[in-house]
Structure formats: structure tokens, C-alpha cells
């Protein structure tokens, strides 16, 4: 799995750098490298919203500001990742050539605004991005500052315009060839849906289709697939000119509208843009472990490799409910905390504020005030400090052997499938529960999708996997025999990759390795509540609330652990586990209080005999993070309260490079402390 | 009344069933059979979503499938109700004929997709529809499984397009002949609204017209003979091919967009669609008592003759928030619910739960798994066997002493009334305040609108009669005269049909009936109350809680029973009582506490001497109803608590059919338990 | 600053009054007569929705019916607005000229319907209502019953069909000149959002922009200035007529959509509709000083000149949540609020109640029962005998020397800004907060917006006044240093007219007369607090819980009062006070709880040495107010509570008007009683 590269001989620390903001200012541009020096930036991003001042007019080209800025980056040291505009076109364009605007789902026709408004089919607006792309290539590839090529800007949404609609029938013709076999992957008998010529079929429509699932799933996967290939498209000439340059696009935390997974093999490097709510009323853990998550999937679809930290804020954002400040300390663990988790960057949206329009009040190393003199740029330039210290891990990988899938077809399918708990059905919340008191414990985790490999793992957790599709089964069978250790729960097992249930017996294809039946599922009113109470091992004769579902399984091979204690349905098993092979498979069939997550997933680890980062029992809202380079292993010790942490280390010591200090045995981490330690 | 007419031979057990989804399964239509004998099923509805089966193509029609199904059900002694398939057309229609689709009311034009997405008056849809009828009527008109039409499924909605304005006008010139007459009737002076041509009339529109009452009411009855005709057209050719056969059509509950009672002519048995939310947060009695509410609407719109219910679920639904199992014995007593309040039928959605789409995870008779051996089968045939037990009681009826008033266009107009409560005028459910106490006390009631004759009853309960239609107030009056006894509320008698205020004092046509002037009502915030205490009487120093609104009335004719205890209104009557002819008439002018609708109507129950079906304290949850067919009376006892229940059935004593053995003196009944026992 | 007029010899007393609608009935519109002058009415607004009834068919005018209306009230010695009736126009005309239907923001365009369905631009429109305003003037311009020209009716809403993108962007060119001033201004390379050409800009809309705050402000001020043009367009020819009529629009409380103070020059008296919701689960106080305010800034726009209540409710509302009916008292109190902030009239919406359609039950004089016999109706004559009585009155104004700054164009700014608080920044209801000391205190209070010269007042409250337009910053200045008081707050000084953010160093052109620099603002989440406690001065120790929002302000010339008492910003200033000339500059920090205000202004005001309209502590609940004509002052005691309330008038005695009694001493106040007293 070691498909690693190290593009980059440090650690990168930069911000968006919009510079075409102030060409009427060049005393601020002329400020902005002297400050980018004190901040310890060695890294900008630039171009990614400046279609209109590159080409202000179709096919005049203005790139003399932008030779101007690389020029002067490359002369301070500081290098670029160069954007493609496609984000935002310039209003020309949608004036000109009014198709490339996006149709919404409901049919209206979008007027020229906003960000992302471009139909991605659209041949006219696919023509102009590529000769923009070709322009860069051939105006900046080989300028020296240049260190890789940022692909437009957080892709995201659909169009349904007529020229859409034409590519998705082409699309579900590739996939099924015949009317008949789409017919059947989508049940089109139900309600009378049978369509009869190719042109019947519309995308999804709060006007039109809105229940037809097979029609739903087909249509995200095909406007994930658009995207890849908007992505490839607009790639293609940076790429064709300096092929050893790295290309990315910087993904949204875990946007639903796009299966990420799809970029695996055509981007070059991971990135994405992190906006955690720090300090909201819940503990400080619960976004700590949510972000860790975030991370530990970007991480993941690369195999290991490290991604980059794209954008994230100084301060505050300006768009979220609430603008909160990071309490001092907090600006530096977050960044630390991403490249805990294997990032090579920290970068900010954005380096200066800019003086107008919607996202002015957005945090940014620079503020409107101009000057260094800020408590935000101070926290930047420890942050530059810091990782300048950190060097030596550039390229670092994580090697966890416990996964957990996450898997974004089967949470579009869960989430439109209508029963049995649609006031929300949880897969996105539970599967965060799972991963809490993985992270608690200092656990190294993968975050992969229902496709993935499972040979390097010991470990899966697998909540909630409604959808098998062809080959997971197979894994999942072959992982628990060769000695695995499989946990997952209700609602899994029930449809195939089309949305069909399976027949026969459910869990369907996971019934042989979980050795249970599934009958029926019960679905609680809120406050309606049940309990399980373990009848055998460790946590025997615990106790533990229930509510929403609660699967009604019957044993087939599996023993049962835990049975309900209420209902109709008390006395029949709520947890099982069966011997399958070498290895064992866990069933939870219904969804539990947190304290069950902590004390269950605990069991399942000792007898799984998975190391944690650490030997040792951590105070809550510290965890342990590990990277690993060749012979070398740093230990990312962080601290999210706002209180001093001390704990031992075990039989761990090193070299605190944040600290520059040796340590061992009892260890404190200030508060929102964090320290990186190089193992001996 | 008696225009009863029993259809069938025996009560029917049965469910909606969608072979053609299993075409390609030759094996599972086989077992379908095999099962449905096991499940003690005599019925199926077929054909419901079956247009693109039937005729694939224009013209094109392929009934073999159905000839065998028929053949096949016949030959194993299961009937069939054979249904035309308009509540889903086929995609190829839409898209030849794009004038069948639905404009909505803000004249967006819908794509193809769901249900019920057909314009009503589109002559090209009422050909099809009237062809496809004509076809089923040829080919399947005379097979012996067949015994009664199903005619299309949950009618509903309405559409805006050109053809549906042109329509609403020409249905406005046959009500109004002149714009004058249409004028004065919605009051368009106001606001400058007078029409001066006939094609300035829209239907209403957030766009457009919302406020004009006069206009939204017309649109709703327009809408509701719309459908009326609509459902004539398509059941002509199969009720002229076989007019011994009844026709029906499925309603939803108490859906508000169409007023049922004007089906009342035009059906042969009204049926309906049951999906109450058993074991949810509040009591089950709850449910209970709003699902007799509707049953028994169901039951008076035709004047006593048994109905159908012609869907439930045998286990949960998939498309209510939560998807909750019922627990043991609640599906048995709830299908015996339906038959103690007039059915004469038990049907399911559906037989076998669909592969995929939007409804698979509904309950139904066979589940996925595809066997017998399951809990809810085994529930269903449980019901099969009670039903062939109490096969003596089909065709029987109810003639209740009691009436309720809950009228469809009374609920139009105080809905859109605007004033005095806009956050909700609690129409609907102040109804049900008040049938509840009477269901707890075990009393038949009918439950009609105010158009109705009222010569059969003692007791009339009219709660928040707003519109008195032409005649209503005459036969309120003659029923008083001639000794009956009359309970209404605030907000009753301040418009006519037209939603025109009544001038000269309110309560209008109602004043001198009720012996007061009702000056002004005030409008409670939540929070502040009022309270009411009896001044004489049974109840005399009881006081009861009042909020939200309360009436603020001057006696004429009527006296005082209870004034007001606070604010302003204080000492100032708020239940009154005036003696008319050989009747008295009841006002309650504020909204109560629960417990007021309970000590009240027992009073009042008492004094008028209305029956209860046992003359017994009924244990709460606990209700009996009772139908009567010739000399033969049968009182349902139905226990809607999870606790055994047992009461003393008084006088009563006879031959419980379900489990054949014969009660009298204490009876007791399982939690969730039923017994129907024919009386000596 | 005394521009004040005095048009009428005496306080009118009417109501809104639609004689269209009777005209079947010639018994009610001679009984309206009669009942009129029971009340005391002496002027009716008529004609506001009449245009049907005034020209039913294009270019035919029926006039007579409106001439004898004005025969009939003049005999009866009943005045008369007169209104222009474009507030709805007739179904004809959108039939004919369906360009005069407005078009929504989402480019919908309306069907005919409701009211304020107009385009404001669209010529066929314009030139419509110029033909019926030349109509009226040359039918009743001299008719000896009309005082005065009610020009159309709570104008307001905006359109964005094609002519008025054409008239926008014409005035945006007059506004800006280039596209690059404008590209400036509205700092659109953000996003790649620059205009090329002007036909590229479109109205702000949710298919298309809505971020680029600059657009949203100029469209904003745009449809501001339209509907100006169109108040002129069409009450020019009633002017020509008779320049000696006053003309004026009635408004709608603070309505957000339309900047009021750009109606200070063209209407000659100001006007407004009054509907506070009395009696809700607020302390009575709320409603009464959100009133007061809402009074204040209709007297302040004509700079102290007498204003009119020109609709109010003689009891409830129909449109509002719950139409809750005024207790005995209130409906005189209320009234007699207005004339005592300044109103020369009180006046109905609506003499009496339509039959039908939407407002049927809207209160009115006179109810659906016809006669006088009303609690309503005696209460309104109340007021007709309340208000002869204080006929000396007429004319008087008011000078007060505090002022609190609410600001439209602030107020658009700050709700558009996105960031600190979208979830609400609270900038209405925050000066809210600074106002009600003020009312409890019983000083007099100037609302004027940032543009009004300072130059008569000693105080100015201007909380979060984000925008500094032009001239302001020097205004402010001036005023403290020739000895003012300023008081302002967080969130001040923050932009440009433009909503460009002031660079070097926040509060921008404020920080000089405030002797502070913001860095950076915090955003507390629901439930979150801090605290202030006072270092200094006689409030020294005291504490209040602050929330919401945090300001982390550095002292520059200022000195700090009190400090934050928690979190990183522990021991920084939270309020301070800068010496600057002869005055002083206040600057509260963060967001505090309801008793700062009061504590805080109470020191402010004794120090600045404001005198009070009486110098006793008013009870909780009770304000005093003052009008003065020539020599003469009155004085308005007014008790918003329900109980009797005493205290005492200290070195005050006088005449009390309305009770016809001298009082001095201890003075007391029924349950929402009211005293006028002329001082002596």
C-alpha cells in the first residue's frame, strides 16, 4: 500500500493569496511578502478566483499582474500552488453564452452569481476552462515558483439543463445497455414507473422523480463522475506540461453531494478545507474527534499517503452561524492536529482580508488593520514556527490495522431509502459514535469506503452498512477467516448496490459471517427508550439504554452477548458474536447510549489485540496520533480542554521537537497543548 | 336510512397485490398463492399501478399476465377486486402527450414522476383513462374471481393549467350565471378585486390570489367535483359492463382536499386507507379513538351500510416519520377496530413487500425473507381466522342516536379564515375532544357533515360550526323543536356558504336557537388562560381551565350555566343553555381543558338519554361498539391498553365469536384484546 | 429646526372608509352618518382601494358614487383624505397590461392578485395612476370636504422584471459613472465578480447574486429612491390642483424595505399604521415603548413637525398570530400614546367591518352587528370626547436633546454582512434596549437616522452603527467636542457607505473621538456569558453578564470603566469613555444584559445633565411625555400597566385635560389611565 510520494521537501504553510484585490494597492502588495516572511509562509495559492482579472475580456489575455506576483513570491522564497479559475467565471461569459450557466433540480435556469454556477457538461464552458488551463501552462508552468496546480475550487452541486440530461441517459446506457436491465436495477414496476425509451428518464426532480431510489443513487454517481471527468478535463494541459508537478483539488470535509473515493487515482495529492466549530457548547473532543475523522478519510483514500491542509481559518469564519474566535492555543493544536493525521501543510483561507463583499469578515492572517501586530498573525507565526521544527516528518505515513468504513453510496442510499426512521436515519452521527472512543484510546484508524482492501487491517468496524455491493461480502467473509475481527450492526446487509433488497434473509449477503437472521426492525419514537444487558463476558450483566432501532435478530450460528431486557422482543439477543474461520464477527442490532460505544469498542480492542499509540489510559480530550518515516516514528500527543493534561507515557521517550526537549515517563500537555515526539 | 346493501358473502381478508413486479419470477407467484391460503386471504386488489404493464406502448395491450393471475386466484378461491390503473400513468404518455401532466398552483409544470401527477381535465388523459377502462371492462368484465371495481387509488391533488382554468370557469358560470352574483359572493369590492370579465378569474396562487376566500373555497369544491366527475368517467364503462358490481374508490383518512361526502352518490361502497401511528407518545386510546373518528365517517357517509377497509398495514408503514413494529395482538384488534365500527373488510398494503423503490420497506403479508415463518404472517392469519369467525356479521350495521358534525367546507373556510387564531383554529381537533369522551363512554356515533338530515338523532355535538350552509339552521332548529338536544361551541354561525359574515349579530341563523349574542371573541396567547366555573347544575362550583379563545356573549333567550372567572369578562356567562321547543341547545363559548369534554358531555348524555352500548363504567382505553343485522346485535369489546382489562358488561350476556365461549356478569379482556360477542 | 405646520384647526379622529362596498345597501351608508358623529369622528380617508369602483372599465370613470360620499360627510361636518387608489388596481388592467404585474426576486412573474402587485417602473402603470390622480383632482380637488391627499397605501416590495433591471442599472450609472468606480465600490474581484458590462448586472436574487453586498445595498437604496419617484409621479397632479392640501403616504412601522427618511422632503406631513400587539406574554412596557419608538422616529423625519396615526385598531387584528382583543382602557391609552409622541390624529383601519374576503375580521368602529351598542364603539367615542378635549393641543411639538441613532441603511448593511452573527446580529433589537431607559425615565427622544444634524441634542445613543457614511464621523465629532455625550458600542465603525471595510484600523473614522482600537470581535454561542464589572465611577464593582457579543478593544486615548471578568480577554476593557473637547465618547464592548442599560444610561444621563420630563422616579410601566406649542407645555402621563399606579409630580402642576381637574402633588394614574396636563 505504500504508494507515498514526498512532493515537497518541508512542511508546507501558506494561505489563498489574492492578490488581484489590490493591484490598486502596491504598497500592499508590497507588504504582503514582508509579512509573509515574519509569518514564516512558504507557500501561497493563487489564481483560484481570478478568471475576470486573467481574462477580462474572451480570449484577451492579462497575465503580466500574475508574472508580477510569482516573480516576487519566487525572489522571497516563498513558492505556489497555481489554481485554475474555473471556480467563479467572469460574467462575460455567462452574458455570452448563457448555457453555461446551471439548471437547478426544480428546472429554473440560475442567473450569473454566486461561486460553482456552471453546468458541468456544458461544451462551450468545458472549451473555455481548457484554454485557460492551456494559458497557465504554457504562461506559468515552468515558472520556478510553481510547486503543483490547484484544480479549481471545492466542485460541488449538479445541472440538470437539457445537455445534462443528454449525458446522464449516455451515462445509464454505458452502465446497463438495455432499457430492461435498468428497469430491473430500479423496480420501475412499482407505481407504474417502466420507462420505455431513454429519453423518459429525467434526473431527479422536486418537480418530477423524487422516489424512484435506483434513479437517486444513479444520478449522484453520475454527477460524482461528471466531476472526475470536469476535474480530468481541466487538469489535463497543467499536467501534460509539468507532469511532475502535483495536482489536487481541495475537497469539503465530507460534502455529501461527491463520493470523494472516485478521486482516488486522478488527483495527485488529497487536500481539503477544514472548518471545525471550535469552542461551540459541546465538549471540545466532539469536533476534535469529528476533524481527526475528516482528516483520517483524506488520509485514507490515498493509501496512507500524506494530503495537504488546504484552507483552513486563522481565526474565525464569517459564513457559519456563529464567527468565534479560537481561544488562544487552539490555532496552533488544530494545525497540529492535521498534520498529526498525516497532512504536509497547514494553509489558510485566506491571507488578507479583503475590503468588500461576502466573505470580508473571514479570518485571515492579515487583517484590516494591515499590520503584524494582531493576536491572529502571532498565532500564525508560532504555528510557521512549529512546523519549521517539524521538517523531518514531511512525507511521514500512518499504518493503522484498524479501519472504518464509512462509504459515501451507501449513506446517499440509507438516507434516501424512506424507513424506518426517516425524522433521520443516523449513519453519518453513528458512525462518528464508533469513532469517538477509537480516537480516545490513541487508536491509529483508516477511514475507508465499503471497496477498499481489507488485507493490511485486524480491526473493522462497519456500523450501518445497508448497502453490500458485488465483492464487499467476499471481503468481509475472507477478512474474518483469515482471523479479523469484524463489528457492525443494524441496518446492515439489507440492499445490493442498486438499492434491491435482498431476499431470502437478511442480512443478505453478511448473514453467513454474522451467523444471525434478521426478521424485522423495530423504530422508536423519541423518548421511547429499551435496555440490553450483557449476559456473558467481561462486561457481563452491564447494562445499557436503547433507542430509535432495535433490530429483532434470531441466532443462526452467533451466540448471543447482550439481550433486550423490555418490549416484546425482551430476552432475544441484542448483541451477538460468531466464530467465522480464525476470526470473529460482532452484531450490535440496536443503537445504543455512548457509554456502550466506549466499554464495548474497549472489549473488542484488548481481544483483537490492537496496539494503541500508547500503553496507557489517557485523560479525556487528549489522544495520540502517529506517523512514521522509514525507521522513524513521531508521536503526536494533543490536548483539547483547557486544562493541563498529565499522563505517562509508558514505556514511550523522545525528543519533543515542538518543546525541543527530551521526555518520558509522566508527560503534561498545556492547555490546548500539544507536543511532537520523536520515538527512540 | 337503511339503503345497506351487503355485497359479500363473507368479510373479506385480503391485500393490494402487484404481481407484475414478479413476472420474472414465475416461482414466486406460485408461492404467492400457496401463502395466501395459508393467510386465510378470500380477496386482492390487482391491477392498481399496472398501465405500463397493461399497455406498454399506445394502443398496445398486454393482459395475459393478468388473465392468468385472475385465472389463477380464481381457481384457488380468492376474488378479486379488479382496479383501473390511473393513479400512475405510464412515462410513455407523459411524454407523447406532456398536456396530462400537473400544473401546480404556482404554475410551475410538473416532469413525470410519483403519483397522482395528472391534470384533471386533460381530454387526452380522460380518453386514455376512459380506453383503459373500456379494455378492462372487455377482457376481464365477466371473469368469475372478479367481484367489484377498484377504481384508480387515493384521488387527490389538483392542477392549474389552462385547460383546468377554462374548466373553473365554466363552472363558475354554471353556480353564478353572472360575474355580479360571483362578485357579491367574494366580497371583491375589497381590496379592488372585482372581476370584470370571466378570464380574470385564476384559481388561487402564492403568485397570485390567496386571500379572496370566496374564490379559494369555490376552488375547492370545483376541485372536488372535478374528481367526483373524474371518478365517474373511468368507472362508467366497467359499471356498464357489469352494473351488479360494485365500484369504489380508496380514500386517505380525513384527507383535506377533497370533501368525501360528495362521493356519497357515486361510490357503491366507500372504502378506505388506515394508517393510524399505534405506540406512539401519547396514550393508545389516542389513536384509537381518532381512527373510530374515522371509520366511522367513513361508515355514515353512505348512511350505516358497511365499508372497506381496503388498505392497512399488517405491520408498519415506510413512509411516516418512524417505521414502529406493531406489538403483538394490535394488528389483530386494530383490523377488528374496522369491522366493530362498520367494515366489512380487512385489506392490506400489501401482499409481499417490492424489491426496490420507494415503498419496499412497508409492511406487507410476506416480507423479503419470502416464507410463512415470521411474526407478522402469522399475526395476519390470526386475523384471517377471526374474520371467518365472525363471518355471520357481514352486511350488518349501526344506527347511532348520537351525531357528530365535522364538516369539509366548514374546515376550508376556518382554515383560510384569517382571525381569530392563525396559528392554528383547531377545527380538527377540537372535533375530536369532544368524540372522545364519547367513545370512552361506549356510545355510537355518527359522524356526518352539516348537510345532512338529522331526524334519526337525539344528540347532536356541532363544535365550531363557523359556515351554516342554506337548510343547516332550519334542521338544527326543527331538530331542537321536536325535543332533541343540541352542543355547540364559539365560532359557530358566523358565515354562510359563501364565507360572508352574518350581519345583525352572531352567532346568525344560530341565535335564536341558542338565545344569545355573541359581541366579540378574544384570543388568548399560549400561556394565559381563563377559567370557567359552573354556577348550577350537576357540575355547579366546577371549574375548568380555559385558553386560547374565548367567546364574549350576552344571554337573550338562553341561561347561564358557567361564567368566565377572570379578566375583563369576568362574571359573564360562558356556558349557556337555552330551551327550545321540547329541546334544549348548549353553548360552550371557550376552549377548555380536556377534562371539561368528558364531565360535560356526560351530563349532558345523561340528561338526554343517549344509550350507551353497556350500561357500564368502562375501564379507560376501553371502548364497545355494536352493529345489528336483523334481529342480531353484536357488541365489540376492544382493549386498547397493554394491561388485561376487566368490567362488568352489566345486563349484557351472549356468545363471543372470536373465542368461542360465552361471557356475561365480568368480562375480561387481554391487554390488546377483543371480543365480539353476539348477543342473547 | 422648526419647519413644523399646522394644517388642521383641530386632533382628527376617523378611520379608513370603504363606502364601495355598500353601495347595495343605501340603509348602512346613511347609518355610518349617524354613527360617525356618535363617535366623534370628523374625518373619514376615503377611496384607498376604490379604483374598480372609480373606473370600472379603462377610461371610464364613475365618480358619482364617491361625490356623494363627500356630499353626505361634508354636510355632516366630516372631513376627508382623500386617496389615490393605486394601492390595488383592477383586474382589468393586469388583464391588458400584464407588464404592470410585478416580478419576484426568483424572475417569477405574479399573476393578478393580493395588493402591491405593481411594477414600479413599468410606464403603462405610471401613466394609469397619473390619469386617475389628474381624474381625482380635477373631480374633487375643490370639494370643501377634503383636507388632504392620502397617496396610495403602505407602499412597499420591490420588482425585477426587464424594465426595472434597465431603470437600476440607469441609475447606477448615474450613481457611479464607470464600471470601474463600480467594480470599486462593490469590490467585486472577490469571487471574479467583475462587471465588464453593464447589462451584466441583475438584481439581487436567489437564482443568481446574493453575496455581493455592495449590489444588495445600491438595489435596496434603488427601490427606495423608485418608489420616492413614484409617491411624486403621482401625487403631482393633486398637488398642482391644490398646493394647499397636504399630501402624505402612510407607513408601515419600521418596515425594513423602504428607507423612510427618503420621504423627508416630499411628503408634507408624515404618517403611519400602528399595530402593536397589546396584551401578548410581554410585560405590557415592551409593546408600549417599541410604540413610543416607532412614534418617535415618524416625528423625528419631519424634524419635530406633528405626524398622524393614520391607522390604528379600535380593538384587534385579523392578520397578526392571534387577534387578541384590547382590554378596557388600552385602546384610549394607546391612542392618546400617539398624540402624546406627536401625532395630531388617531385614526381607524377601518370604520367598519367588510362582509367578505380577506381583513373581514379585521376590527373596526363598527362591527358586523351594525349598531353602537359595542364595547368597541364606546370605547373609540371615548376617545372622540378625549380628544376634543384637547384640541389646544393641535400643532404642539416636541424639542428633545437626546438622540438615539437608528439608521436604514445600517440596518440593511449590518443584516447583509455575514459575520459575527448571522443567526441575528440584533442591531433592531438592541436599540431597542437603549431606548427603553429612556421611556422609563420619561426624557424625550429624538429617533433620527446618521445623516440628521446633531447640533440640538446633548446626547446621542447610536449602538452598533456599522456604517459610517460620508460626513457622519465629522458630525459626531463636532457634537463632542463642543461638549455632547456619545454613547456607542461594538460593531461600530466598521464600514464605508459602501460596506467597505475601513482599513488601518477599526472603528475606523470613529477611533479618534472614541480613543480606541478594535482588534478582533467574538461570537458566543446560546448559553455562553462572560461578565463586566465597573473599575471606576459610581457603578464601581457592579457586574452584568455579558453574551453574544465579545469586542477586544486595546485603550488608545480612552480610559476603561470596566473590564471583561472571563476567558483570554480577562481584565480588558468592556467599557470605557473617551475625554475629547468639552465632551466625552462612551464605548460599550459586548453585548450586555438588560439591566446595563438601564444602570448605565441612568449615570450617563445624570452626568450629561438631560433633564427628565418630570424629575421624580417613574413607576415601572408609566412614561411621561411633552408636547409644547408656543408657551405652552403638555404634559402626558401615561400608565402601561394594569394596576393604579401613584407618584408624584414633584415641582409639576398643571390642568389635566381629559379628567378636567388641576393636579399637583401626588398624582395618580387608573389602570391604563392616561393624564394630559397643561403645566402652568
Redesign the interface.
Given at each position: 500500500m505504500t504508494n507515498t510520494r514526498s512532493y515537497f521537501p518541508n512542511l508546507l504553510h501558506g494561505a489563498d493569496y489574492?492578490p488581484?484585490?489590490w493591484l490598486?494597492r502596491p504598497d500592499i502588495l508590497e507588504e504582503d511578502v514582508r509579512l509573509m516572511k515574519l509569518a514564516k509562509c512558504n507557500v501561497m495559492s493563487v489564481g483560484i478566483?481570478?478568471?475576470?482579472?486573467l481574462e477580462?475580456?474572451e480570449n484577451h489575455y492579462t497575465f503580466e499582474w500574475m508574472q508580477n506576483v510569482l516573480d516576487r513570491l519566487y525572489e522571497n522564497d516563498i513558492s505556489v500552488f497555481l489554481a485554475t479559475?474555473s471556480g467563479?467565471?467572469?460574467?462575460?461569459m455567462?452574458?455570452k453564452y448563457p448555457e453555461v450557466l446551471r439548471t437547478?433540480a426544480?428546472?429554473?435556469?440560475?442567473?450569473?452569481?454566486?461561486?460553482h454556477n456552471h453546468c458541468l457538461t456544458s461544451p462551450v464552458y468545458r472549451k473555455k476552462v481548457r484554454q485557460m488551463a492551456e494559458q497557465l501552462a504554457a504562461g506559468f508552468g515552468d515558472h520556478p515558483a510553481v510547486i503543483g496546480w490547484h484544480i479549481s475550487n471545492e466542485y460541488g452541486g449538479d445541472c440538470h439543463c437539457s445537455t445534462c440530461q443528454a449525458s446522464f441517459r449516455h451515462w445509464l446506457k454505458e452502465k446497463y445497455e438495455t432499457l430492461d436491465a435498468l428497469n430491473?436495477?430500479?423496480?420501475?414496476?412499482?407505481?407504474?414507473?417502466?420507462?420505455?425509451?431513454w429519453?423518459?428518464i429525467?434526473s431527479p426532480?422536486p418537480?418530477?422523480?423524487?422516489?424512484?431510489?435506483?434513479l437517486t443513487l444513479d444520478w449522484k454517481r453520475y454527477t460524482t463522475d461528471q466531476t472526475v471527468d470536469f476535474y480530468q478535463w481541466e487538469a489535463a494541459p497543467l499536467k501534460e506540461k509539468r507532469p511532475d508537478l502535483p495536482a489536487t483539488t481541495n475537497f469539503m470535509e465530507e460534502y455529501e453531494g461527491l463520493d470523494y473515493w472516485k478521486f482516488k487515482d486522478v488527483v495527485d495529492i488529497v487536500s481539503w478545507d477544514a472548518y471545525p466549530t471550535w469552542?461551540?457548547?459541546e465538549e471540545e473532543a466532539v469536533q476534535a474527534a469529528r476533524t481527526a475523522f475528516l482528516h483520517d478519510i483524506k488520509r485514507s483514500i490515498k493509501g496512507g499517503q500524506p494530503f495537504l491542509l488546504m484552507e483552513s481559518t486563522p481565526?474565525?469564519?464569517?459564513?457559519?452561524?456563529?464567527?468565534?474566535?479560537k481561544?488562544?492555543g487552539m490555532h496552533h493544536l488544530s494545525s497540529l492536529q492535521a498534520v498529526a493525521h498525516g497532512s504536509d501543510s497547514v494553509q489558510y483561507f485566506q491571507w488578507r482580508?479583503?475590503?468588500?463583499?461576502?466573505?470580508?469578515?473571514?479570518g485571515a492572517v492579515v487583517?484590516?488593520?494591515?499590520h503584524e501586530n494582531?493576536?491572529?498573525f502571532k498565532e500564525v507565526a508560532q504555528v510557521g514556527k512549529s512546523l519549521e521544527r517539524l521538517k523531518e516528518i514531511t512525507g511521514a505515513e500512518s499504518h493503522p490495522k484498524t479501519a472504518l468504513v464509512y462509504d459515501w453510496e451507501n449513506r446517499w442510499a440509507i438516507n434516501e431509502?424512506?424507513?424506518?426512521?426517516?425524522?433521520g436515519p443516523g449513519y453519518e452521527d453513528t458512525v462518528q459514535k464508533f469513532y469517538r472512543p477509537l480516537w480516545d484510546m490513541g487508536i491509529a484508524v483508516d477511514v475507508i469506503d465499503s471497496e477498499q482492501s481489507l488485507e493490511q487491517y485486524d480491526l473493522i468496524v462497519m456500523p450501518m452498512l445497508y448497502m453490500i455491493k458485488p465483492g464487499t461480502a467476499e471481503r468481509i467473509e475472507a477478512f474474518v477467516k483469515r482471523g479479523g475481527t469484524l463489528v457492525t450492526t443494524y441496518w446492515s446487509g439489507i440492499v445490493d448496490e442498486?438499492?434491491?433488497?435482498?431476499?431470502?434473509?437478511?442480512p443478505g449477503p453478511l448473514r453467513n459471517v454474522l451467523g444471525i437472521?434478521s426478521?424485522?426492525?423495530?423504530?422508536?419514537?423519541?423518548?421511547?427508550t429499551n435496555q440490553l444487558t450483557f449476559t456473558s463476558g467481561n462486561l457481563s450483566s452491564q447494562s445499557y439504554q436503547l433507542k430509535e432501532l432495535c433490530d429483532?435478530i434470531h441466532l443462526e450460528s452467533a451466540r448471543s452477548l447482550a439481550s433486550y431486557d423490555e418490549?416484546?422482543y425482551q430476552g432475544r439477543p441484542a448483541v451477538t458474536v460468531n466464530a467465522f474461520g480464525e476470526g470473529k464477527a460482532y452484531y450490535i442490532a440496536a443503537r445504543t447510549e455512548e457509554a456502550f460505544y466506549t466499554d464495548f469498542l474497549k472489549q473488542v480492542v484488548e481481544e483483537a489485540g490492537i496496539e494503541k499509540n500508547i500503553q496507557t489510559e489517557l485523560p479525556r480530550g487528549v489522544t495520540v496520533q502517529r506517523r512514521v518515516k522509514g525507521e522513524r516514528s513521531y508521536l503526536f500527543l494533543l490536548n483539547f480542554t483547557k486544562e493541563e493534561k498529565t499522563f505517562s507515557l509508558h514505556d514511550k521517550k523522545g525528543w519533543d521537537l515542538i518543546h525541543q526537549e527530551s521526555v518520558q515517563g509522566d508527560c503534561s500537555l498545556e492547555p490546548y497543548g500539544v507536543r511532537v515526539v520523536r520515538e527512540e
Open positions: 489574492n488581484e484585490q490598486h478566483f481570478s478568471w475576470v482579472s477580462p475580456e479559475p467563479s467565471r467572469p460574467a462575460w455567462s452574458e437547478n426544480d428546472r429554473t435556469k440560475n442567473l450569473h452569481g454566486l461561486r430491473s436495477a430500479w423496480w420501475t414496476t412499482f407505481w407504474s414507473h417502466t420507462y420505455t425509451s429519453n423518459q429525467e426532480s418537480l418530477g422523480e423524487s422516489l424512484v431510489h435506483g469552542h461551540d457548547n481565526s474565525n469564519t464569517n459564513w457559519q452561524p456563529l464567527s468565534t474566535l481561544k488562544p482580508k479583503s475590503q468588500g463583499s461576502s466573505e470580508k469578515f473571514h487583517d484590516h488593520v494591515g494582531t493576536r491572529v431509502a424512506q424507513g424506518p426512521r426517516n425524522i442498486n438499492d434491491l433488497v435482498w431476499l431470502g434473509g437478511l437472521w426478521e424485522e426492525i423495530d423504530s422508536l419514537h423519541d423518548g421511547q429483532l418490549d416484546f
